[in-house]
C-alpha cells in the first residue's frame, strides 16, 4: 500500500518544473510529462487504486479540471461513480457555488445539487465521497471543493493530491483528512 522510494521516484521525476508560469516566481508542476509516461502514470494510478479500494466510497469527485483525469481513472478502476467540481458557469443544472480567494481577487466552483446518491440512503446524504486534485497549494480550491461536497449532504472522507506544496500548509483549511501522494517543500 505505501510507495516504495523507487515508484516515488518514477511518479516524481516524470512531472516537469516549468519555471515562472504562469506568472514570474511561480513554479509550475506540470503533469502532462506524467500522463504521457504510462510506467509513471501507471505505478501512480495502481497506487491509488490500491489505497482506496478498501475505503468503500460511493463517488470520487475531481477537480476542474487535472481532477477529473485522475479521478475519473480512479472511479472507473473502482467500480463507483465520478462527479465534476466545474469552475462557475459550466455546470447545466442547478448547482451549489463556493467563492474561493486568489491571490488577486476571487475564484469560484460549483457541483451540481444532486450530484450524490448514497448507496443505502437514495437521498444521498452521507454518500461517502473522496475528493481529488493533481496539486494543493494554499488548499483554497480544495476547501471550497470539500465544503460543497459536505454542503449537498455528503460526506468528504478524504482529499487526495498527487503533490502537496507543503510550505504553504494548505491541508490546515481543510477540515477532512488530506492525503498526498508526494510532498513538495
Ligand atoms: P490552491 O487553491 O492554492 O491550493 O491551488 C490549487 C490549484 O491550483 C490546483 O487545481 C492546482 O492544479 C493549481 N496549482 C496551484 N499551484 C500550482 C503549481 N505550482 N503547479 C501546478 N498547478 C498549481
Known sequence: MTLTSEEKEIILNS???????PKPGIIFKDISTLLSNPAAFNTLMDHLTNRYLGYELDYIAGIDARGFIFGAILADRLGIGFVPVRKKGKLPYTTVAEKYSLEYGF?????????????DNPDGKGAKVLLIDDLIATGGTAKAAANLIDRVGAHCVEACFVME????????GISAPVYSVLQID
Open 107 to 119: 475564484d469560484e466552483v460549483e457541483i451540481h445539487i444532486d450530484a450524490f446518491v448514497a448507496k
Open 15 to 21: 512531472i516537469r518544473d516549468i519555471p515562472d508560469f
Open 165 to 172: 506544496l507543503g510550505f504553504l500548509k494548505g491541508r490546515e
